[in-house]
């Protein structure tokens, strides 16, 4: 524990004290910090994944595909998790003024810009009209070549083109 937040716990208790107030338990708070703690494991156990999966003895045992496949599902869902937990750190925090000192966010509204672009970006292409063009691109498909005008016979009258 950070020894700044180790003197507020100790403020917040000396205020308890202060109120006579028994039971300090803020069902919120609580709720947060479990959600922001298994946001954070989880986020760390698939990027663990995507670690060893990464190593050159594991990589080389799998094929193209799986190897595609663990790298591409795996990472986006550690960057959601990962991006949530973020979220859940900074719960209301984004909304109170107090927070945005010399009118700046607040730091994990900024960390969390670049990889809410990245999903963002990841749903846009989700669709199946595009999705499916760019799995058929990733395994090398290449549009047909379009008739140019120096494929047109002379002498024929015809554009070179079937109909």
Not at 7 to 16: E, I
Not at 18 to 38: A, F, G, L, P, T
Not at 58 to 72: A, G, H, P
Request: proline residues 6%.
């Amino acid at each position: 524990m950070r020894r700044s937040y180790r003197y507020r716990v100790l403020n917040w208790a000396y205020q308890q004290v202060q109120k006579n107030q028994e039971d300090s338990w803020v069902s919120e708070d609580v709720w947060r910090m479990e959600i922001y703690i298994s946001l954070g494991i989880l986020s760390l156990g698939l990027l663990a994944v995507l670690a060893v999966s990464s190593l050159p003895s594991v990589s080389d045992r799998l094929s193209w595909r799986e190897f595609t496949c663990i790298q591409r599902s795996v990472g986006y869902m550690a960057l959601l998790l990962g991006t949530a937990h973020t979220l859940v750190l900074g719960w209301s925090g984004w909304v109170d003024p107090r927070r945005y000192v010399w009118y700046t966010p607040p730091s994990f509204i900024l960390a969390c810009l670049l990889p809410l672009a990245v999903l963002l970006v990841r749903a846009a292409l989700l669709p199946p009209c595009l999705s499916n063009r760019l799995e058929l691109i990733r395994r090398g498909w290449e549009r047909p070549a379009r008739p140019t005008p120096h494929s047109v016979r002379k002498g024929d009258g015809m554009t070179g083109l079937k109909l």
